[in-house]
């Protein structure tokens, strides 16, 4: 079984400050951790993956994300936000040998103030 | 197409009719996948196909769900006598491999379903 916590389901930043997005996972077996971005009216973008290589990820638009296995979690970060990052932002995880269903948190809508 | 298409992107039925949801994943993409998303939730797997076949229905919710991709492109979603319970946004993935683990997923932007 595997599944995700996403710990806070709305976070607030001023624009040039940074982003915290945190995610724990549970699963039974070594996963494949993943993060995507919504934008209202959009589909889901991947922003970045984590695969059993580098523990520290870095993706798409500054973002990046590490993998703590002793702390099993997956915080996604930026060192600053942007107008255009307004967005809901989903931890995924995926895990078991040749394992295709992905598990999604409940998402975590970033809202950046000017 | 450059993207995964979905129609209709707003579909309002009364309840009790059957709906009809469409797929056009990315040329040449193996693997389909549908989600649904309920309002303030992440999407919830519901079915996958490797080319036509459909390898794992075990996120359907009920036999009113049915999938289908008969020719390993185009799919379609069918909900019969819709509930007010199946109100969601219904998402397609496509995926150029065999599996999503350490593949991407392309989503489209979803067919948002409203049971009256």
């Known amino acids: 079984a595997q599944s995700v916590t996403q710990l806070d389901s709305h976070v607030s930043v001023s624009e040039g400050t940074p982003v915290l997005l945190r995610c724990n996972y549970s699963?039974?077996?070594?996963?494949?951790l993943f993060w995507y971005v919504q934008h209202p009216n959009k589909g889901l973008q991947l922003l970045l993956k984590?695969?059993?290589?580098?523990?520290l990820v870095k993706g798409i638009n500054g973002f990046e994300a590490e993998f703590k296995k002793s702390e099993t979690s997956f915080h996604l970060t930026k060192p600053s936000a942007h107008m255009s990052d307004a967005a809901e932002y989903f931890c995924v995880v995926s895990s078991g040998a040749g394992s295709y269903q992905l598990t999604f948190g409940k998402g975590t809508k970033l809202s950046v103030i000017p | 197409g450059a993207g995964v298409s979905q129609s209709p992107r707003y579909k309002v039925a009364k309840r009790g009719q059957d709906v009809a949801l469409r797929c056009d994943p990315i040329?040449?993409?193996?693997?389909l996948f549908w989600y649904q998303q309920a309002l303030g939730q992440g999407p919830e797997f519901l079915t996958y196909?490797?080319?036509?076949?459909?390898?794992?229905k075990s996120g359907l919710p009920s036999d009113r769900f049915f999938a289908e991709r008969p020719e390993g492109s185009v799919s379609t979603l069918k909900i019969q006598r819709t509930q007010q319970e199946d109100s969601a946004v219904y998402l397609c993935?496509?995926?150029?491999?065999?599996?999503?683990?350490?593949?991407?997923?392309?989503f489209g932007e979803g067919s948002r379903l409203t049971v009256l």
């Open positions: 984590y695969t059993s290589a580098a523990t």
């Open positions: 196909f490797q080319n036509e076949a459909q390898l794992d």
């Open positions: 993935a496509s995926s150029l491999g065999g599996g999503a683990r350490g593949g991407e997923l392309f």
């Open positions: 040329s040449g993409h193996v693997s």
């Open positions: 699963s039974s077996y070594s996963p494949s």
